[in-house]
């Protein structure tokens, strides 16, 4: 492990947070662009809307493949080679000559970009040390969590000026830096033969365990909540502001830069989880993300700044929840800590994934008939992940009274 006082750290936090940006904003960017698609290919925005989820499904599945390989390979070495073969599915995806190819080869993208993030929060299990985790694993969240807001603003601003492909152009030309400075990484903790060779069987006992833990099964049916929330809130949002509301290109950039203020809670969750533990500080994001998104839907007609505000809370409570759930999810795993993170991944990109099909369905109802039912969905799983822990706490008590 590197030592916390020295700069490898510092360099270690920073590129994995600053990659975590760049990767995962590949969900976020196809929101601003569904006009220049659907004039692309001649399609509408409900067909462009499976592009996104395309991604997200694969992104999903990719979470449980890169996860599981993980632990048998080095993850270091797993973090470059599939930051390589994603610039190169990047660069096709801007080549794409039909809807089809575009759809496929996004799928694809998604796929190979599930190769960073659960391996970068198993890979700061072998170089942080423990007490440290709970704040490197916070800057990570906000990275990834600040690609919804720098993704959409780096692709509007892109295409309106030089047009959608340039945008898989530019994030091509990142992807090769970021390669480049990711060989100075610290390596991680080398395997065991005994690790490398395990067999299906030993990754079928995992999941057979994890399976079996109440608490872990709500974590991940909250987990799903999360980005679903947060990339169907985004994509009515977009609708909202140019169709309904016919906002300028200037003002819808300013109300995704004030987004970002929201993410800055995730720099605290770090200390607030050692404060409190994960499961209050994840129901407390549940509570204040709904409490937004209400926000959003009773001020959709009120003064713009008194709006943008209700959607900096909706962003804070999302920026809470997330560090908290992969925290407490880590635990809930113990031994078998990389599958499940992995699993993480899967259920919250599966909620992504039906982000946009949600806000196509519920959009025709209203911006604020949107807001209301995700806001309904994400207190049903602070009530669910409140009940776990509380369950889980009386069981444990319950059990010392017998030992």
């Not at 600053?18 to 006009?35: K, Q």
């Not at 299990?125 to 906000?142: A, F, G, K």
């Not at 069987?201 to 608490?215: Q, Y």
């Not at 169907?232 to 987004?259: K, P």
Request: glycine share 8%; charged share 10%; with cysteine.
């Amino acid at each position: 492990m590197i030592d916390l006082k020295k700069g490898p750290l510092t360099y270690t936090a920073t590129v994995l947070t600053v990659t975590g940006i760049a990767v995962v904003s590949l969900l976020y960017v196809l929101i601003p662009l569904v006009p220049y698609i659907s004039s692309a290919f001649a399609v509408n925005a409900s067909q462009t809307a499976w592009a996104s989820s395309a991604f997200s499904l694969a992104f999903a599945v990719g979470n449980v493949f890169f996860g599981t390989l993980s632990d048998r390979v080095s993850k270091k070495r797993l973090i470059i080679a599939g930051l390589v073969l994603l610039t190169l599915c990047t660069v096709f995806v801007e080549s794409a000559t039909s809807f089809a190819a575009f759809i496929s080869l996004r799928a694809v993208q998604g796929f190979l970009a599930a190769s960073f993030p659960p391996v970068a929060l198993a890979y700061v299990s072998d170089v942080i040390p423990p007490s440290h985790r709970p704040t490197v694993i916070s800057y990570m969240s906000s990275g990834f969590l600040l690609a919804g807001v720098v993704g959409q603003i780096f692709a509007a601003e892109v295409a309106a000026a030089w047009g959608w492909e340039t945008v898989f152009a530019l994030l091509s030309a990142v992807y090769v830096v970021l390669i480049v400075i990711s060989f100075w990484l610290p390596k991680g903790r080398e395997r065991s033969a005994p690790v490398q060779s395990e067999t299906r069987a030993a990754v079928s006992d995992h999941f057979r365990v994890l399976v079996k833990i109440p608490a872990l099964l709500v974590a991940y049916a909250a987990a799903m909540s999360i980005l679903m929330s947060f990339v169907a809130m985004y994509t009515g949002l977009n609708e909202f502001a140019v169709q309904r509301l016919h906002l300028s290109a200037d003002r819808i950039l300013l109300i995704r830069l004030a987004g970002m203020l929201g993410i800055m809670c995730t720099l605290f969750c770090g200390s607030w989880i050692r404060r409190f533990g994960a499961p209050r500080v994840l129901v407390a994001g549940f509570f204040v993300a709904a409490a937004g998104l209400a926000g959003e839907a009773v001020l959709s007609n009120a003064p713009m700044p008194v709006f943008v505000a209700a959607t900096v809370v909706f962003v804070a409570g999302i920026a809470t929840a997330v560090p908290s759930i992969v925290f407490r999810i880590g635990m809930l795993g113990a031994s078998a800590r990389g599958m499940a993170i992995a699993l993480y991944g899967f259920f919250v990109f599966v909620g992504a994934s039906l982000g946009p099909i949600i806000a196509n369905m519920l959009m025709p109802l209203g911006f604020a008939a949107l807001c209301w039912t995700l806001s309904a969905i994400l207190l049903a799983a602070a009530a669910g992940t409140a009940w776990s822990a509380k369950r889980a706490s009386r069981n444990e008590g319950t059990a010392a009274v017998h030992t």
